[in-house]
């Protein structure tokens, strides 16, 4: 643990508060007040500072726009009904930035540091936070490379910055997904464990097509055979099968999600049997066909638990039940919202009081 952080606090004098409408909130396109920054050079991070929010003046030649050193996280704060505030778990979210950080030679950051540069931010601007059932405030740490060279080589000095987004949900139907079997979003020995910047610029082009096609998500598959499934857009995959919550184990291909390990951990509190295993897509569309595919979802920290409605592969679009009479996901949702918001104990420590 190291000492309190030094943060220096610049406030606004025009808060954009009063004029910002929370009941029509589009995810991450409005901004609460202020931002965290901080610099990394000469091997130590420094200048740890919040400021309101607003543009930041950078060279064009710095190797994150040329090479994509860059990566970021998700993670959301929560109103309880007493006032009290709470972050979701972010010492997982620690964790898994120093581990993309790792993966991208860039600094790690100690998890006392990035804990309390969230604490920070999020309590200068707490009254950003939604009250409304659904809505949160979305927290947006990310980190790029910050030195002016074309060579292809770690950048020695990087900017850490955090953001912050009050947020509805992010999807309002159950959706309709496409298996894809051609384009891939991560291949072993790739970055796909990581939250890299660029496994969500390269995922956009397929994305864009199944859109096209009137889909709401793609679901990935494995790179080698497009024969296994791997995730959902940006969540991750879960079903239930026969009565058996089953997910693909999250490798290097797929992003170890905080909400994945959340509804492992709900479902084992249930008494709900949890396979780690691969999926295959005949799998899941010969469950879907015989009737033993309960449910399927998607789990994220923007998508939350997002229900798939129907599952597009083969050339057939398999329907599920109802998303009101899918037992496990609306029990994991109302569970996992009281305890967000300060509705039932938090037997596990996931809430970060701020
Ligand atoms: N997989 C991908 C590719 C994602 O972008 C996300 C979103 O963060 C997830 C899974 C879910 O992870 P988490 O639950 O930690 O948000
Ligand atoms: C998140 O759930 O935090 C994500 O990263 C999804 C985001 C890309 C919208």
Redesign the pocket.
């Given at each position: 643990m190291t000492d309190t952080l030094d943060i220096k606090i610049t406030k606004t004098s025009k808060s954009r508060l009063a004029e910002t409408d929370f009941s029509n909130l589009v995810f991450g396109r409005t901004f609460s007040d202020h931002m965290l920054v901080a610099d990394y050079s000469d091997g130590e991070w420094k200048n740890f500072e919040i400021v309101p929010y607003g543009e930041i003046t950078v060279s064009p030649g710095i190797s994150a726009l040329h090479y994509g050193q860059s990566f970021f996280e998700?993670i959301k704060a929560y109103k309880h009904a007493d006032g009290k505030v709470s972050i979701f778990r972010p010492d997982k979210n620690a964790q898994r930035f120093n581990k993309s950080a790792e993966r991208l030679c860039m600094p790690t950051i100690p998890e006392d540091v990035f804990l309390q540069s969230l604490a920070a931010i999020v309590d200068v601007d707490r009254d950003w936070i939604p009250g409304a059932p659904g809505h949160s405030l979305y927290i947006r740490p990310f980190m790029f490379a910050t030195d002016q060279y074309l060579g292809v080589a770690p950048s020695k000095t990087y900017k850490y910055i955090v953001l912050l987004c009050p947020v509805g949900p992010y999807f309002t139907k159950p959706l309709r997904v496409k298996i894809e079997t051609h384009y891939t979003r991560s291949a072993e020995g790739g970055m796909g464990f990581a939250k890299s910047s660029g496994n969500y610029g390269g995922s956009m082009f397929p994305a864009k097509k199944a859109t096209e096609e009137g889909f709401d998500q793609l679901i990935w598959t494995d790179a080698k055979e497009h024969k296994y499934i791997e995730?959902m857009g940006?969540?991750?995959a879960m079903f239930v099968i026969d009565g058996t919550v089953v997910t693909p184990p999250a490798l290097d291909t797929i992003?170890d999600?905080?909400?994945?390990d959340t509804v492992i951990q709900l479902a084992h509190d249930f008494g709900v049997p949890v396979e780690e295993r691969k999926v295959s897509v005949d799998e899941l569309i010969e469950t879907a066909r015989n009737g033993k595919l309960n449910d399927a979802f998607g789990?994220?920290?923007?998508a939350t638990i997002a229900p798939v409605g129907s599952i597009f592969a083969n050339g057939e679009e398999y329907f599920l039940t109802a998303p009101e009479n899918r037992e496990f996901s609306q029990k994991v949702l109302k569970t996992l919202d009281a305890i967000r918001y300060g509705n039932a104990p938090d037997t596990h420590g996931w809430n970060y009081l701020v």
């Open positions: 998700g995730e940006a969540a991750n992003l999600g905080v909400t994945r789990a994220g920290t923007a």
